[in-house]
């Protein structure tokens, strides 16, 4: 007897259990469509977003290729400038002997490079 009425309890809590459910389907199906309808909407503005997201994405790795490409350049001319200095020096250098009133220079000093 006691088998039987267990089996009997647990019978009606799944059949009390899916009146309600029964009960609160057929009395709700428009706040549970609206639902739905708010979550394809979230999920479609989510797609969006991840769209959006990659084509930032995307720009933003073609600007460090281009930021990349710009520092080569800046490098680039940094070296130029920096190389003017010896230019200069080596103009200044050649000057400097072309003013000798013999036109000979014999020294020429390292720090200045300047004839002696």
Do not use: Y
């Amino acid at each position: 007897m006691a088998f039987s009425s267990r089996s009997l309890s647990g019978h009606m809590r799944q059949g009390s259990t899916t009146s309600n459910i029964n009960a609160q389907s057929s009395g709700q199906p428009a706040a549970l469509v609206a639902r739905v309808n708010e979550k394809k909407a979230e999920l479609e503005n989510l797609k969006d977003l991840r769209d959006l997201s990659a084509a930032v994405a995307d720009q933003m790795e073609a600007l460090e290729q281009k930021l990349a490409t710009l520092s080569d350049g800046t490098e680039a001319i940094a070296a130029v400038v920096g190389n003017w200095h010896n230019v200069l020096q080596a103009i200044n250098m050649a000057s400097d002997l072309g003013a000798d009133t013999n036109g000979t220079c014999t020294v020429i000093t390292s720090t200045s490079g300047k004839c002696a």
